[in-house]
């Protein structure tokens, strides 16, 4: 029998350098720490600064634009081929500098938008782990496209609705928009499609969601997509809580107004407040910006809107001013701490996957409102399958979210019919997002045995 070694396994991860791919993954490594796992975090020269969090190493790449990254760049594919050329040199190089120290590393958990990552591990013949940010609908969804199932463009009737094995029907409104019309984001789909590239090759398939909330549908897709569901990759204070002080991710590209916020919400009788936050990425026009502040007023209901410097001006006029006291307007609030808190009554959000398992981790009902990409799946398992939120629907004319459609959303999950059984199944998955991640919870079961095939190697 081979002698088995008790040397600590040493993992590196490399996140897509954006605030939605970082948390996940850093939450990973947080994960894997816990048990026993030296964790190292490979990401940009741009970003490196942005990451603290205790017991996890950090090393810069290069993406080949080290002063400004994307912004620097300025255009995806640029920044893309760049980041291959440069990042597989320099992630090489990191692991060659470990290659004779204590801590040889074992594996790269790479971003899934990053398959090259995959050839650098073999290259230096040590494991690689494919990791995906979005949903396993989602995924399942592009995993078909990869594997033939249809051709793009897709053309999808209201009455003739996408059917995939093993999936809920996707109608219009509910799949990607680049996949109807593929030339509308070419850079981001091919981006997309580009995960499924080689990962056949990987040694390991890992998503950031979990056996209760999205077992069955992996299970559909799992002839050509094993991955393992290891989420909620949430900060294990909102969840299990075994990680000690982890009550945030640890990176930060913005500075939130915390003490604001949760000031604020001292003020506020339980579950009275709407929190709205459409993210980092998302940039709402001016009509629907004011839609959102009308339907706000009519509500007569306190609320929190996490509104960008760059996109307060779309509000409007008077606005912030006739509200206050019955709302707060700020540029930036830390979410976990905002949903978590007692005040918080619903969740207005883009339905990033993200921000959609912080909500459905925290109990906080939804009311979606997608904007592009991924959210409009998001979106219908918040309403339709979940059933942990409503959608709104869209003008047909305007394409946005008028006034009255929201105020009738956002009272019926506050105070509406159908509020008591919303908050009775966002409660149910809370419950199961804890589970999940617990001690012998799938998540938690998911999570060791990747430990445990790492000590075997060291």
Request: aromatic share 10%; hydrophobic share 40%.
């Amino acid at each position: 029998m081979a002698n088995v070694t008790t040397i600590e396994p040493h993992v590196i991860l490399v996140p897509y350098p954006s605030q939605g791919h970082i948390n996940p993954l850093l939450q990973f490594a947080k994960r894997l720490a816990s048990k026993g796992v030296k964790s190292t975090i490979a990401t940009t020269k741009y970003t490196v600064n942005t990451i603290h969090s205790p017991n996890i190493s950090v090393e810069p790449i290069s993406d080949g634009f080290d002063e400004g990254g994307f912004s620097q760049a300025q255009n995806t594919d640029v920044f893309l081929k760049s980041f291959k050329e440069n990042g597989s040199r320099t992630l090489s190089q990191i692991l060659t500098k470990y290659e004779n120290s204590t801590h040889p590393i074992r594996c790269i958990v790479y971003d899934s938008f990053f398959p090259w990552a995959l050839d650098v591990a073999k290259k230096h013949g040590i494991y690689g782990a494919s990791f995906f940010t979005n949903s396993a609908m989602v995924c399942a969804v592009f995993a078909h496209i990869h594997h033939g199932t249809f051709s793009l463009p897709v053309k999808i009737e209201e009455n003739e609705p996408l059917l995939l094995p093993g999936l809920p029907c996707l109608y219009p409104n509910d799949v990607p928009g680049f996949i109807k019309e593929p030339e509308s984001y070419p850079a981001y789909l091919a981006m997309k499609m580009s995960q499924f590239s080689n990962v056949e090759n990987a040694d390991w398939i890992f998503d950031n969601s979990f056996q209760e909330l999205e077992g069955e549908i992996a299970r559909g897709v799992s002839e050509f997509w094993p991955a393992k569901l290891i989420g909620p990759m949430v900060p294990s204070s909102y969840l299990d809580g075994r990680i000690e002080n982890d009550k945030g991710y640890g990176a930060s590209l913005w500075k939130p107004l915390s003490e604001e916020c949760l000031n604020w919400l001292k003020t506020k009788p339980k579950q009275s407040v709407i929190y709205i936050s459409f993210g980092s990425m998302v940039s709402l026009t001016q009509k629907q910006m004011e839609e959102i502040a009308y339907a706000l007023i009519g509500s007569n209901m306190n609320f929190l809107w996490v509104v960008r410097d760059t996109e307060e001006c779309k509000l409007p006029k008077g606005f912030i001013e006739s509200t206050k006291g019955k709302g707060l307007i700020v540029s930036w609030c830390n979410q976990l701490e905002t949903l978590a808190n007692q005040a918080i009554g619903c969740f207005v959000t883009h339905c990033g996957w993200n921000s959609t398992l912080e909500g459905l981790s925290l109990g906080v009902p939804m009311v979606a409102m997608p904007q592009f990409s991924d959210q409009m799946t998001d979106a219908k398992f918040i309403d339709e399958i979940w059933e942990i939120g409503v959608r709104p629907k869209l003008d047909e004319m305007l394409g946005i979210v008028k006034r009255e459609e929201l105020l009738f959303c956002l009272n019926e999950v506050m105070t509406g019919e159908k509020s008591v059984e919303i908050r009775k199944n966002a409660t149910t998955l809370r419950d199961l997002a804890k589970k999940t991640v617990s001690e012998g919870g799938s998540s938690d079961k998911a999570i060791n045995e990747f430990v445990e095939s790492l000590n075997l190697v060291c």
